[in-house]
């Protein structure tokens, strides 16, 4: 199937430091990417949707000046957690719409995830 | 009330038992269902993919959606350690749109 693939897989870093962790669709054009955050032993929560050329659009709560999305080309979307705080430890989680190896249609396929851990 | 509700278990099999998965929601406008597998600090993967009520069967896996009753389950036949991960059912209103709603997961180990 298609492969999304996400960097870094984990990150540490200091209170107040910025974080970007990027998104790639390797063998495919993705014009829409989406951003979760998944909290231990809780759903994934979709945080906002990209769009290859314009601004994202974010999920109510949400802030889109903590969490800026770049979708500079149509195979890579950015999330750069800014001024990251110990709260916003967390998984996150990229996906891109895509089409499975032999098929038509087209399916969401994600990434492996970026275990972020804010000292 | 939650758009949808999965019971997080854990739950815990020997191999070779059939598991059973459920999911219930309540916005009526859900027409499409998913399964994804998601192993432990990893994305998930899609398993089954549905748009009707009725069953759909792939391999050893058996998804099936009740749209009148809002609830869709996920059977594993012949289980085997390997299936141990958690469980995600998703669901959208469809189209062009492809925004999820995930259930909280359910663990599954599947003891040898």
């Known amino acids: 199937g298609a492969v999304v693939s996400q960097h870094p897989s984990r990150v540490i870093c200091k209170s107040g430091t910025s974080v970007k962790i990027e998104c790639r669709s390797l063998d495919f054009q993705a014009t829409t990417m989406f951003w979760y955050r998944q909290f231990p032993k809780k759903s994934l929560m979709l945080m906002a949707t990209?769009?290859?050329?314009?601004?994202?659009?974010?999920e109510q709560g949400v802030e889109k000046d903590k969490f800026l999305i770049n979708h500079a080309s149509l195979t890579l979307s950015t999330l750069t957690v800014t001024s990251a705080h110990p709260e916003d430890s967390s998984f996150y989680i990229c996906?891109?719409?895509?089409?499975?190896?032999?098929?038509?249609?087209?399916?969401?396929?994600f990434g492996s995830g970026t275990q972020l851990s804010v000292l | 009330q939650k758009e949808v509700e999965q019971d997080p278990g854990p739950l815990s099999v020997p191999e070779g038992a059939i598991v059973s998965l459920n999911c219930t929601y309540s916005n009526s406008a859900f027409q499409y269902f998913m399964w994804y597998r998601q192993y432990s600090r990893k994305g998930p993967e899609l398993l089954m993919y549905?748009?009707?009520?009725g069953n759909k069967e792939d391999g050893r896996f058996t998804a099936q959606v009740d749209k009148s009753s809002k609830y869709i389950s996920l059977f594993i036949r012949d289980s085997q350690p390997s299936d141990s991960a958690t469980y995600l059912c998703?669901?959208?209103?469809?189209?062009?749109?492809?925004?999820?709603?995930f259930g909280k997961g359910t663990l599954l180990t599947v003891n040898p």
């Open positions: 549905t748009y009707s009520s």
């Open positions: 996906s891109a719409v895509g089409q499975g190896v032999g098929q038509t249609n087209e399916k969401l396929f």
């Open positions: 998703a669901m959208n209103v469809g189209g062009s749109n492809y925004k999820l709603t």
């Open positions: 990209s769009n290859e050329g314009s601004k994202a659009t974010y």
